[in-house]
Structures are given as C-alpha cells and as structure tokens.
Nanobody
C-alpha cells in the first residue's frame, strides 16, 4: 500500500521556523517529482513548492519563495520542507504529494498520491 505521511507540523510564533517531512512507503518515488501544497480553512488547496525527481529543479509559489526550501533524499524516500520567517498567513494544513512525472508542476491535477496532511499554525 502506497502511503505518504507528513510530520513536523505544529504551533509556532510569527518569525519562527518549522521543518516538515514526508515519508513515502509502499514504493519508491525516486522517479517522481514531489510537491507540497497547503489548504487554509475556507480556501482552496494551493501550491507551495515542488522538486524534481533528481532534486535538481525546485519551484515555489511567490508567497513562500525565499522563505521555504524543499529538498529530498531518494535513498530514504523522503521529502522535506524547511520553513523560516513564518507568517500568520502561512497557517494551513500542509500536504505532501507525488507527481505522475519526474518534472514538477503547480497543478494539483498532476499529483497522483497525497498524504493526510500536517497542521501548521503560526500565531501573531
């Protein structure tokens, strides 16, 4: 059974940092791009960041660029999202997802496996 499990969420003050991790099991995703999305209450799920299968290409939403860093370790089948300078508007449930292709994209429709999500709350 394929699973993506996020961890590392929590409550942090504005200006603080968190690191989310996503552990994949059931199959290797070394040939797939991986992405992070988030969904705040009452809002649609939005793209945050993604990384190519090789790890050589990363893309970010304009709202997090310069503050978030996505990385991956294909040996242990994990992907991470390092978040710094967090703002209250970053509060959301964060989802890890596996892309159908090796190249990253911003559309939720291109991602075929999803985790259950991890809550990130940033207090002002």
């Amino acid at each position: 059974q394929v699973q993506l499990v996020e961890s590392g969420g929590g409550l942090v003050q504005a200006g603080g940092s968190l690191r989310l991790s996503c552990a994949a099991s059931g199959r290797s995703f070394s040939g797939n791009a991986m992405g992070w999305f988030r969904q705040a209450p009452g809002k649609e799920r939005e793209f945050v960041a993604a990384i190519s299968a090789s790890g050589g290409t990363t893309i970010y939403s304009s709202s997090v660029k310069g503050r978030f860093i996505v990385s991956r370790d294909n040996v242990v089948n994990t992907v991470s999202l390092r978040m710094i300078s967090l703002k209250p508007e970053d509060t959301a449930v964060y989802y890890c997802a596996a892309h159908r292709d090796p190249w990253p994209s911003r559309s939720t429709n291109d991602y075929v496996y999803w985790g259950q999500g991890a809550q990130v709350t940033v207090s002002s």
